[in-house]
């Protein structure tokens, strides 16, 4: 019974060049949720998203950061042009839905820009 | 807006001690708390708390939440070196967990 997956563990990209993170979720799991940890720092929630839909993107970047979860395949977090202060890890949970308070994390990526 | 403060920030204590940390809160519209324990990687899920002055409890792990005074307590009892890790408090919102900055434990032999 696989967990939350993620994909690479870890990710180097030089300034500019864009990063692709991948989630697959729990088995029945349909929602998934992107958390970004800046070193020192808490969890900070990005991006809700359902099967083909984005239901919350408050916590995102309004530039350069994009999601999506299509109906075949992971869930994919693109980091376009990267910047130094990208560098963070980015964790993905899963739930099954609605009315479930309890989310079940990936191991993360950890994205290093140099 | 929505605020959660977890203190200490950090802790450092010999094993066998037993440990408390808070995590006080202050929210709109209260859903749950959770905890959940994160080492080098995913944070792992420990508790949520919904009701006031239940008591969640698995193995030397318990918490309890106070919804009067807006807190949550996290026991550890009988501290072991694997339970050296950051703990998380997180508040449910609409559409996601709002984390606390989190508490480092670090148990020494």
């Known amino acids: 019974n696989a967990g939350v997956m993620q994909n690479p563990r870890h990710l180097v990209r030089r300034r500019g060049q864009e990063a692709r993170l991948r989630c697959s979720p729990m088995?029945?799991?349909?929602?998934v949720y992107w958390y970004r940890q800046l070193p020192e720092e808490g969890l900070k929630f990005m991006v809700y998203l359902q099967k083909e839909n984005i239901i919350d993107e408050s916590g995102m970047p309004k530039e350069r950061f994009s999601a999506e979860f299509p109906k075949e395949g992971p869930s994919i977090l693109r980091i376009q042009q990267v910047v130094r202060g990208d560098s963070a890890a980015y964790f993905c949970a899963s739930s099954t839905g609605v009315g479930s308070y309890e989310q079940y994390f990936g191991p993360g990526t950890r994205l290093t820009v140099t | 807006e929505d605020k959660v403060v977890q203190s200490p920030l950090s802790l450092v204590v010999h094993e066998g001690d037993t440990v408390t940390l808070n995590c006080s809160y202050e929210v709109t519209n209260f859903r749950s708390l959770l905890w959940y324990k994160q080492e080098k990687k995913a944070p792992t899920f420990l508790f949520m708390l919904t009701s006031s002055g239940i008591e969640k409890k698995s193995g030397r792990l318990s918490s309890i939440l106070d919804k009067k005074e807006l807190f949550s307590i996290l026991n550890i009892t009988a501290t072991q070196t694997g339970d050296s890790a950051i703990y998380l408090c997180a508040l449910t919102g609409a559409n996601n967990l709002f984390f606390g900055t989190g508490t480092r434990l670090t148990v020494i032999p």
């Open positions: 088995k029945g799991h349909s929602h």
